[in-house]
T-cell receptor, first 113, second 115 residues
Framework: AAGVIQSPRHLIKEKRETATLKCYPI?????VYWYQQGPGQDPQFLIS???????DKGSIPDRFSAQQFSDYHSELNMSSLELGDSALYFC????????????FGPGTRLLVL | AQKVTQAQTEISVVEKEDVTLDCVYE???????LFWYKQPPSGELVFLIR??????QNEISGRYSWNFQKSTSSFNFTITASQVVDSAVYFC????????????FGTGTRLQVFP
């Protein structure tokens, strides 16, 4: 079965640079979620989109923005990167809105030097 | 406030032992969902099970079983006859859908199964 696709899988950036992470949900899933997992920590919710509209917002820094496109894929844009942004970024998708089970992608490992 | 507590930080067992991972949650909502996810060393998050607040039936799937008790706000996970491949971090999570999209994770329990 098709899973959530995330690209790139690994990314190395310098401080103050920008990064764009991409997420392709499971086909026919209408909701996309972004999470950040720091080393040794649990995943923290950043933001979500349902039918291309932002549906919920968590602890996402103002330096980050995201959107969901007409083909339901989503991008997380991160600017003015800081060392503390180094983390594993997960995208998840679900169908049926917020009550659906969230299936996670393999994650993008971001390292900021 | 919503919260998920996994008091066991790390558990080590020998293959074929049974092991139970504890999860206690807090929520004021009457409608909510509970989940377990597995995160193997490779890093991905693998969905294991979902339960809604109105379904207290226990569930068994192969060597895995789950015990949901609303009276004690617990959703415990038991692995029977553990195997080395079960070694991973296991996260319990709470969703207060439809009021919010986010999953609230516990801090995870690292399970190490030794041969």
């Amino acid at each position: 079965a098709a899973g959530v696709i995330q690209s790139p899988r690994h990314l190395i950036k310098e401080k103050r640079e920008t990064a764009t992470l991409k997420c392709y949900p499971i086909p026919r899933h209408d909701t996309v979620y972004w999470y950040q997992q720091g080393p040794g920590q649990d995943p923290q919710f950043l933001i979500s989109f349902y039918e291309k509209m932002q549906s919920d917002k968590g602890s996402i820094p103002d330096r980050f923005s995201a959107q969901q496109f007409s083909d339901y894929h989503s991008e997380l844009n991160m600017s003015s990167l800081e060392l503390g942004d180094s983390a594993l970024y997960f995208c998840a998708s679900s169908s049926g809105g917020t009550s659906g089970t969230q299936y996670f992608g393999p994650g993008t490992r971001l390292l900021v030097l | 406030a919503q919260k998920v507590t996994q008091a066991q930080t790390e558990i080590s067992v020998v293959e074929k032992e049974d092991v139970t991972l504890d999860c206690v949650y807090e929520t004021r909502d009457t409608t909510y969902y509970l989940f377990w996810y597995k995160q193997p060393p490779s890093g991905e998050l693998v969905f294991l099970i979902r339960r809604n607040s109105f379904d207290e039936q226990n569930e068994i799937s192969g060597r895995y079983s789950w015990n949901f008790q609303k009276s004690t706000s617990s959703f415990n996970f038991t692995i029977t006859a553990s195997q080395v491949v079960d070694s991973a971090v296991y996260f319990c999570a709470l969703s207060e859908a439809p009021n919010t999209d986010k999953l609230i994770f516990g801090t995870g329990t690292r399970l190490q199964v030794f041969p």
